[in-house]
């Protein structure tokens, strides 16, 4: 489906949410070829490590692009709102939320926390990608930047889609080193619906409604990419660049 | 070598040159699978169209960062000397330096004009990293923004390997198509002469040091994913991400 062509005139409501729900049907990182050697038991450990470590960055960046989204919120009860996305990620102290269990999940599979803490072994095209996402969320208009979030109404799936999966096909992987994902689906839920709620009523133009779409596209187009990385770095061939995280494990 | 740790006491100028000719030699595109294929004849008329369209979005940034710079130096003798690169992309009118060259290399190959400058179809990996070369000239030193040029440093030897190349193997490629690089060379030897004495001289601390160093690994970074993102889209197995180029023709 061409997305760029959808939204010539206004749409009700429901029509923009029922095209948005379809951008994701059609471009979430659930349809990545990664994500399906994952839940099938493909992935080698390396493979695995390769992930956690890539996707860390991208969780690290997370409180920041949500803080950038709340410095360009004038109303108090929207920015109360999200500021619970930042207390979800840093937790008390920083080092007690979503990061942190991250960077647990991480370090269950066997890598070193500093080595995940310092990002220097992440592939560039990953530091490129999560570098697109927060400069989005700092030039692009503040709607169009909340739509940029709305692929969490598609995580719970891709969670419930994972967990299981990873616990039955890795025997080394436990539910102690997945409880990152315990916690996400609630929140993801959470925050989804109150973004949605926000996108429909806000975008009230043709041109505001084509660029909530843009923006999910975009946000699609981040975590697949840093799946085609992955994949071409880590998957079958290895070809790793130069710098990036070297797997001990054979493939 | 690890080019992280190459800088804690201050070098002299012609150490940390070898150094900067070093990380050229150990990580510019010329040493990517993609480029090998390109000389040895193996790319596919549609992975060369894949190529072409892709790294237009990087010729079409040039300017704009090299702006960037200009915005940020306060030396009118430095100005004057920085714009040229400008002149050179942009031309008089804008369509008639490099950026024009490089588009008419593009629809030599085939592709349509429009396409190729809507960038509409480039990889969203190439977008990523192309912005964040845009982002580092806006966020980082003028120094490290001025050592990021210093690729150029490299760019004769892959000119003079890619062109003949070119010529020999693709029966379909022509001098005309190439006009582009019949320029580059001396503009770049130009360019890359100031830039490199202009950091030799500034970086004159070891903290300034390492920051050019990492910055001319960035760029490399930059130029490798890139073709990281090409190989992995359409080299063997053709992983095209959702809304690319679809090349007509079969690999």
């Known amino acids: 489906m061409n997305f760029h062509a959808a939204a010539r005139n206004r749409m009700s409501a429901p029509d923009l949410e029922a095209i948005l729900r379809q951008v994701g049907a059609e471009r979430y990182h659930n349809r990545h070829p990664y994500h399906h050697r994952m839940v099938s038991g493909a992935l080698s450990k390396g493979e695995l490590q390769a992930w956690a470590l890539n996707r860390y960055c991208y969780q690290a960046v997370i ?3 949500d803080a950038m989204i709340l410095t360009r919120a004038e109303d108090p009860a929207f920015r109360a709102e ?4 930042i207390e979800d ?3 008390d102290d920083g080092w007690s939320g979503g990061i942190a269990r991250w960077l647990h ?9 500093e080595a995940v803490k310092s990002e220097k072994l992440a592939l560039p095209a ?3 990608a999560v ?3 927060l400069s989005f969320c700092t030039n692009r208009t503040l709607l169009e930047a909340v739509a940029s979030s709305l692929t969490e109404l598609f995580s719970p799936v891709i969670i419930a889609e994972r967990v299981p999966a990873m616990l039955a096909k890795y025997d080394y992987v436990t539910a102690d080193t997945l409880a990152y994902f315990s916690k996400r689906p609630e929140q993801a839920s959470r925050d989804s619906d109150f973004a949605l709620a926000y996108v429909l009523e806000h975008a009230d133009t043709p041109e505001r409604q084509q660029g909530v779409i843009d923006a999910l596209v975009f946000k699609c187009d981040i975590l697949w990419a840093m799946l085609d990385a992955l994949q071409h770095a880590y998957g079958e061939g290895r070809n790793i660049p130069p710098g990036a995280f070297q797997p001990e494990t054979a493939r």
Chains 1, 2 share one sequence.
């Open 63 to 65: 409180p920041r692009k």
């Open 82 to 85: 999200w500021r619970k996305r």
């Open 89 to 91: 990620h840093d937790g």
């Open 105 to 113: 999940l991480a370090t269950s599979l066997g890598l070193d926390v």
């Open 126 to 128: 990953t530091r490129f």
């Open 131 to 133: 570098g697109a996402y």
